[in-house]
C-alpha cells in the first residue's frame, strides 16, 4: 500500500501545502496565485479519493484480489464520480450535523462510514451504498463513533509528537543552511516532510481501520 499512499496522499498532500504556503483561508483563490489555487487544490482533492478507494479495495479484500494494480487503479478511476458523490453528501450531511451542536454531526459521520468502502468495492451506486452503510451502522453507531474517536485522539497526541519533530528538524536544517532564507528553505521543507509523512501513514491505518470496520459488520450484518 505504500506506493499507493505515497502517490496519492503524501505527494498530493505536500503540494497543496506548498501552494497554500502561509496563506489564510480568506487569500484562497485570490490574487496571482487563484488560476493555481483553482487548478492544485480540486485535483489533491481528488487524488486523495482516488487513493482512498484503491486503499479500501486492498485493505478489504485483504490484498489485490488476483487483480493487478493497474486493474485495481482503473476500477477505482471507474467508481471515482460516484465516490466524489458521496463524500459531498457526507461533507455536507456532516457539517450541518456539526452546526447543530456537534454530536449530529458526529453521529452522521459513523452512520455513513462504511459508504465510501462499499463504492470501493461493492456497490458502485452511492446512494445505495450510503443506504447500506446507514444499515450496517444501525443499532452500533455509538459504538463505531467510539471506536472512532479513540482512534482519531490517539491520532491527534502522536501528530504532537510528529509536529515537535518536524518543527525540530527544520530548526536543525535553518542552522545547518547557515543563513535565513525566505520562503520555503532546508527548515521548512523537512518540517513539511515530516508533518505530511505522518499525516499520510496516520490515514492509511483510519482507512484500513474503515475497512476491517465494514468487514465486520457485513459479516454481523450477514453480508
Known amino acids: 500500500m505504500l506506493p499507493v499512499v505515497g502517490m496519492f496522499l503524501f505527494l498530493p498532500q505536500l503540494l497543496m501545502s506548498w501552494q497554500i504556503g502561509d496563506r489564510s483561508p480568506k487569500d484562497l483563490f485570490t490574487g ?33 484480489a488476483g487483480f493487478r494494480l493497474g486493474e485495481i487503479l482503473r476500477l477505482a478511476a471507474s467508481r471515482l464520480l460516484p465516490a466524489i458523490d458521496v463524500s459531498l453528501v457526507q461533507a455536507i450531511a456532516v457539517g450541518v450535523g456539526l452546526l447543530l451542536f456537534i454530536v449530529p454531526g458526529l453521529w452522521m459521520m459513523a452512520r455513513f462510514v462504511s459508504a465510501l468502502p462499499l463504492v470501493a468495492t461493492t456497490e458502485p451506486d452511492p446512494v445505495k451504498a450510503m443506504q447500506e452503510s ?4 444501525s443499532g452500533r453507531s455509538l459504538r ?21 519533530l518536524g518543527a525540530a528538524m527544520g530548526v536543525v536544517g535553518t542552522v545547518i543552511a547557515s543563513k535565513p532564507t525566505m520562503g520555503w528553505g532546508i527548515g521548512r521543507w523537512l518540517f513539511e516532510l515530516v508533518t505530511t509523512a505522518a499525516a499520510a501513514v496516520f490515514g492509511l491505518y483510519y482507512l484500513c481501520f474503515v475497512s476491517r470496520l465494514t468487514v465486520a459488520m457485513r459479516g454481523l450484518h450477514g453480508g
Open 32 to 64: 496571482p496565485e487563484a488560476l493555481l489555487d483553482v487548478l492544485v487544490l480540486p485535483l489533491v482533492m481528488v487524488a486523495g479519493i482516488a487513493g482512498q478507494m484503491v486503499i479500501y479495495f486492498l485493505a478489504i479484500h485483504d490484498g489485490t
Open 134 to 137: 446507514w444499515a450496517l451502522t
Open 144 to 164: 463505531v463513533l467510539g471506536m472512532i474517536a479513540l482512534l482519531i485522539s490517539a491520532f491527534l497526541l502522536l501528530s504532537v509528537v510528529f509536529v515537535g
